[in-house]
Structures are given as structure tokens and as C-alpha cells.
């Protein structure tokens, strides 16, 4: 491939990534605001909620935020009543976090509404659009994991 076709390419995905990301933070900002929740931390909720409870630093790894980020975000879920944070009784250092029955019961809730209305739009893409595109952003997520620095992603 020449260097301009290189730096094209680079440029042209760069820019769809970043409209992409954009678009669908704004499409789904909608659904979290209504339970009072910003984009940070409606992930970190839907992740425990996929994957039950989980340590800071693994969760931290696999939404790629910083530990310290991920503690203040839970600090404020806490204190809203809708994750608990208890550290190991083995070693100390580690802090478990989960989710409240009241979030559990929120997340249900809004799952709900996601499936209803966001789900439904989608439901127009053909059969093997789908798979087209579910095909080009697993290589291209495999591809960007390969680049990355942080072994985490694969685990």
C-alpha cells in the first residue's frame, strides 16, 4: 500500500471511530440520563451486571479506565445506593464491587427500554448487513487490541 493510500486510510478510520463513538455516546446518553446516570457509569453498572461481581482493577482494565478513575465513579454509585464496595478478606488491597438489588432492578428496567427502542431501530439492518458489520469491528477491535500495550484486553 502506497504512503498515501496508508495515510488515508488512517486518517479516514480515525474519523469514523471517533463519528461512531460519538454518535452512538449520543444515542445511548439518552437512556442512562433517564436513571440519573452518565456514560461512565451506566458501563460500569451493565458490566457487573453481565459479569456479576468484580474486582477494581479488572473491571478497570476491561472498560479501560485508570483504577483511580474507576474508585471515584464507584464512590459515587456507592453513595447512590447502587453498588457495594467490600475489600478481600484475604488481602486487604483488593476491594470487590457488585451491584445493589435496587440497581439490579434499575438495570432491568432500562435493559428494557434499550431492547424496546434501540434494539427495534436496528432491527431494519438485513441479515447480512449484520454480519458484515459485526465482522469489521471484531477485526478491527482484534487489530487495535494487537497495537495495544495493555495485555488486559484478551483476558
Known amino acids: 500500500m502506497s504512503q498515501n493510500i496508508q495515510t488515508e486510510f488512517k486518517f479516514t478510520v480515525g474519523t469514523l471511530l471517533h463519528s461512531t463513538s460519538a454518535q452512538m455516546e449520543s444515542y445511548m446518553r439518552q437512556f442512562y440520563e ?9 458501563m460500569v453498572l ?8 468484580g474486582k477494581i482493577s479488572e473491571v478497570a482494565c476491561k472498560l479501560h479506565m485508570t483504577n483511580s478513575n474507576l474508585s471515584s465513579i464507584c ?7 447502587l453498588i457495594s464496595r467490600t475489600r478481600d478478606t484475604q488481602d486487604q488491597r483488593i476491594v470487590w464491587i457488585t451491584l445493589t438489588e435496587t440497581c439490579r432492578d434499575h438495570l432491568c428496567r432500562l435493559e428494557k427500554k434499550i431492547d424496546e427502542q434501540y434494539l427495534n431501530n436496528l432491527a431494519s439492518v438485513s441479515p447480512e448487513d449484520r454480519e458484515i458489520i459485526l465482522a469489521g469491528l471484531t477485526k478491527l477491535n482484534s487489530l487495535l487490541a494487537a497495537c495495544n500495550d495493555c495485555d488486559c484486553h484478551s483476558k
Open 75 to 81: 464512590r459515587r454509585l456507592e453513595r447512590d445506593g
Open 46 to 53: 451493565l458490566h457487573l451486571h453481565r459479569c456479576g461481581r
Open 34 to 42: 433517564a436513571f440519573g446516570l452518565t456514560t461512565p457509569q451506566a
